[in-house]
Structures are given as C-alpha cells and as structure tokens.
T-cell receptor, first 111, second 110 residues
Framework: DTGVSQDPRHKITKRGQNVTFRCDPISEHNRLYWYRQTLGQGPEFLTYFQNEAQLEKSRLLSDRFSAERPKGSFSTLEIQRTEQGDSAMYLC?????????FGQGTRLTVV | GIQVEQSPPDLILQEGANSTLRCNFSDSVNNLQWFHQNPWGQLINLFYIPSGTKQNGRLSATTVATERYSLLYISSSQTTDSGVYFCAVNGGTSYGKLTFGQGTILTVHP
C-alpha cells in the first residue's frame, strides 16, 4: 500500500502527558499537511511542510504543539501537556501538486 | 479567509434513490475536492474538480467556478454510500491548504 500512513491509529492519554504522532506521506510527495477534526466538524488546517521546511502554522497550533519533518520524509506532531480540549482526530495529508490525499488519522482521547 | 457552505447538513434516503449535495464557496478557487469520510474516519478522495464535470461510476460532480458552487450527484444509492461527504477548497494559497465545509451526513436505509 503506497497511501499516507499514520501511527498510532488511536491514543488514549492522561491530561498533562505528552504524545507524539507519526505520518508517512506518499513517497515523492513533497507537500505534507496536518489537520485536526473535532466531532461534528470538518477538518481544520494546522500546519504545512514543503520538503523539510515548515512554511505555515495555523493560529490553532498553540505553543504546546510542535511538528517536524526531518529530511523531508515522514513527519511527527507532538503535543505537550495535553488538555481535554486536544481530544480530536489528527489527520495527515500529502500532495505533489494540489490534490491532497489523506491518511487514516490518529484519534486522540485525553482523559 | 474563504468560506465553504455545504447543504443539506443531513440527508436520509432509501436504497436506490438519487441525491444531490451542494457546496458553495465565497471566493475563487484553484482546487476543489470532494471526500467521503468512512466510519473509521479516513477521508476517501472522490473527485478533484476545480472546474467542469467528472463521473466515476454512480457518482458524478460538477463545479461551476464562475458561480462559486459545486454539486455531487449520487445515483442508485447503496447502504455503503452512508457517511459524511465533505467539500474542500484551496482559496488561492500557493501550496494547497484546504478549507473544508461542515459536511453532509448521508444515511442510506435498505
């Protein structure tokens, strides 16, 4: 399967803990995006990478959030000191031009 | 930023019925995609359609960019068509950031 892959699929964590998610884009896709989706809403843009450079961050991405894409391949999204409001589906997408392809998502539950 | 509105918010059909989902957007776009979100949360690409008409089996889509709307047609609906349908647009950023509508929840009964 050469689609976008995310890991883990589900994560339950206690409030205050740090969590890290991984995204492996479709090979050769130089653009990578993170989105967040809460219940009953459409996904909302968080951040964008072109190769290894992080070129835009949404205001939704507070200081507790950090994303990296070393060497322009896979990406990680870390949330420090998780809060209950961080509970959501975190979606990764990649593209070569403008058509985006999404992974299965990581569903985070903060208890 | 660009606004995206989808209608109807909910749609309930009997198997075999046809339906039309609408997406209105507030500004010119250089990308428009339709997705189906499956029960496990994954967004499945249906159409990449910034303009014109495309068909794929029982599904077809039309985007009239000058009038800022897109339509998704589902014919002879099946229970497996159930789920949430999202329209998403790129409002002109150079790198393809998508703005999503709120979605249409489709339920198809046998």
């Amino acid at each position: 399967d050469t689609g976008v892959s995310q890991d883990p699929r589900h994560k339950i964590t206690k409030r205050g803990q740090n969590v890290t998610f991984r995204c492996d884009p479709i090979s050769e896709h130089n653009r990578l995006y993170w989105y967040r989706q809460t219940l009953g809403q459409g996904p909302e843009f968080l951040t964008y990478f072109q190769n290894e450079a992080q070129l835009e961050k949404s205001r939704l991405l507070s200081d507790r959030f950090s994303a990296e894409r070393p060497k322009g391949s896979f990406s990680t999204l870390e949330i420090q000191r998780t809060e209950q409001g961080d509970s959501a589906m975190y979606l990764c997408a990649s593209s070569l031009t403008t058509e985006a392809f999404f992974g299965q998502g990581t569903r985070l539950t903060v208890v | 930023g660009i606004q995206v509105e989808q209608s109807p918010p909910d749609l309930i059909l009997q198997e075999g019925a046809n339906s039309t989902l609408r997406c209105n957007f507030s500004d010119s776009v250089n990308n428009l995609q339709w997705f189906h979100q499956n029960p496990w949360g994954q967004l499945i690409n249906l159409f990449y359609i910034p303009s014109g008409t495309k068909q794929n089996g029982r599904l077809s889509a039309t985007t009239v960019a000058t009038e800022r709307y897109s339509l998704l047609y589902i014919s002879s609906s099946q229970t497996t068509d159930s789920g949430v349908y999202f329209c998403a647009v790129n409002g002109g950023t150079s790198y393809g950031k998508l703005t999503f509508g709120q979605g249409t929840i489709l339920t198809v009964h046998p």
